[in-house]
């Protein structure tokens, strides 16, 4: 089985910047593509940032587009969120998420594949 597991979480005061990890595990790792969501309470889970897992292309919700880049590591089997100038609005718990394949990248039914999240929250 796949393992998803996402670190780098806290709080952070608007302004500031925090950098997401999502390690992946298990024989069967090979996915098509990685992505980020987030979910505040009461709202649906948004796409944040994808990409696959080879080739360059990022993609990115419209809301983080400019503050925040995805990346990944083949070798240690990770992809990275970076996150800069956090707004309040950016809180809530995000998720890595891995899909075999891929219709969709900003679909969350795209993946098949999730962490357990992990809670940002800034601070005004």
């Known amino acids: 089985q796949v393992q998803l597991v996402e670190s780098g979480g806290g709080l952070v005061q608007a302004g500031g910047s925090l950098r997401l990890s999502c390690a992946a595990s298990?024989?069967?790792?090979?996915?098509?593509?990685m992505g980020w969501f987030r979910q505040a309470p009461g709202k649906e889970r948004e796409f944040v940032a994808g990409?696959?897992?080879?080739?360059?292309?990022?993609y990115y919700g419209d809301s983080v587009k400019g503050r925040f880049t995805i990346s990944r590591d083949n070798a240690e089997n990770a992809v990275y969120l970076q996150m800069e100038s956090l707004k309040p609005e950016d809180t809530a718990v995000y998720y890595c998420?891995?899909?075999?394949?891929?219709?969709?990248?900003?679909?969350?039914?795209?993946?098949?594949?999730w962490g357990q999240g992990t809670q940002v929250t800034v601070s005004s």
């Open positions: 998420a891995g899909a075999s394949r891929i219709s969709a990248i900003r679909a969350p039914t795209s993946y098949n594949y």
């Open positions: 298990g024989r069967t790792f090979n996915p098509f593509a």
């Open positions: 990409i696959y897992w080879s080739g360059l292309n990022t």
